[in-house]
T-cell receptor, first 112, second 113 residues
Framework: SQQGEEDPQALSIQEGENATMNCSYK?????LQWYRQNSGRGLVHLIL?????REKHSGRLRVTLDTSKKSSSLLITASRAADTASYFC????????????FGSGTQLTVLP | NAGVTQTPKFQVLKTGQSMTLQCAQD?????MYWYRQDPGMGLRLIYY???????DKGEVPNGYNVSRLNKREFSLRLESAAPSQTSVYFC????????????FGPGTRLTVT
């Protein structure tokens, strides 16, 4: 069963625009991670946010976490064609912190 | 450092055949994982090994076996392949502590006919 679910399933924007993806989850967590997957490749870790953090930045990425709403968002600013990829949120499996449960992802397309 | 490597990259099997997917990591990580990814879905955990000498079932273990050969290597075996096992398989590793990111290999694309 999936813990996190991303929204939207697909997003298409112009280069230079910002892209926002959301993740909702069901049970209490102590951290949430975002990963990127380029077509035909493995996943690459982007950022981890802990439950006591509300916002975290890494370069052009900004992640927020609202534990009261059980949701997180990933913002990519000034997007580039190279940002075209699938983005997944991952949360610890309930009862097994070292296992991650992945959502089905948001497919982001950045048009040049 | 090569990170996480997987072999083979592609494989076609006939129903009933067996094969072993190999995975190795050179980051001295304690934990290793096998996932499968099907179109339009996220990753589903097949088996994982929290540390050398231990293995545990994940969400979808049926039809698979694993071996944690040593700290570096974690293999996934399909004893009698079925078309439902057509998928892309990813191996991953992590330090094995809580709040750990996972590092993924490039994947093995398996087709069972």
């Amino acid at each position: 069963s999936q813990q996190g679910e991303e929204d939207p399933q697909a997003l298409s924007i112009q280069e230079g625009e910002n892209a926002t993806m959301n993740c909702s989850y069901k049970t209490s967590i102590n951290n949430l991670q975002w990963y990127r997957q380029n077509s035909g490749r493995g996943l690459v870790h982007l950022i981890l946010i802990r439950s006591n953090e509300r916002e975290k930045h890494s370069g052009r990425l900004r992640v927020t976490l609202d534990t009261s709403k059980k949701s997180s968002s990933l913002l990519i600013t000034a997007s580039r064609a190279a940002d075209t990829a699938s983005y997944f949120c991952a949360t610890p499996k309930s009862g097994s912190a070292r296992q991650l449960t992945f959502g089905s992802g948001t497919q982001l397309t950045v048009l040049p | 450092n090569a990170g996480v490597t997987q072999t083979p990259k592609f494989q076609v099997l006939k129903t009933g055949q067996s094969m072993t997917l190999q995975c190795a990591q050179d980051m001295n990580h304690n934990s290793m994982y096998w996932y499968r990814q099907d179109p339009g879905m996220g990753l589903r955990l097949i088996y994982y090994s929290a540390s050398e000498g231990t293995t545990d079932k994940g969400e979808v273990p049926n039809g698979y076996n694993v071996s944690r050969l040593n700290k570096r290597e974690f293999s996934l075996r399909l004893e009698s392949a079925a078309p439902s096992q057509t998928s892309v398989y990813f191996c991953a590793s992590s330090l094995g502590l809580d709040f750990n990111e996972q590092y993924f290999g490039p994947g093995t694309r398996l087709t069972v006919t």
